[in-house]
């Protein structure tokens, strides 16, 4: 399974974001404080991209647009409903001075 390039590792400061696509996946690459983290671009309550939202980057946070369903940016644990599951996580990694990700699944 190939890695997938989200950006140069300078290209993605804390509190960005970038979507990166691996084949049908639309993965969200976020960057937290410096620390890294990749989920699929879907919400977990229904088919919803939550790259559509701001990144609350001071709460570490992730919200979905369409009906306000938050999680945790460092697991993707649901903090409130409509959610109960939790986001799809993905590897993410910092190789030759890029940011990489891929669907293990
Ligand atoms: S689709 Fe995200 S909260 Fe409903």
């Known amino acids: 399974m190939n890695w997938i390039r989200v950006c140069a590792e300078h290209e993605l400061a804390p509190g960005e974001t970038r979507v990166v696509w691996d084949g049908d996946t639309p993965i969200l690459v976020l960057n937290y404080d410096g620390l890294l983290f990749a989920y699929e671009d879907r919400c977990s309550h229904e088919d919803y991209e939550l790259s559509a939202a701001p990144f609350d ?3 570490g946070v992730l919200e979905c647009l ?12 649901p903090l409130c409903p409509p959610a109960y599951a939790p986001l799809v996580k993905f590897p993410v990694k910092v190789e030759d001075g890029a940011i990489w990700t891929r669907d293990d699944r």
Do not use: I, N, Y
Not at 67 to 77: I, L, N, Y
């Open 57 to 59: 980057a001071a709460e």
């Open 66 to 77: 369409l009906h306000s369903a938050k999680f945790d940016v460092t697991s993707g644990r």
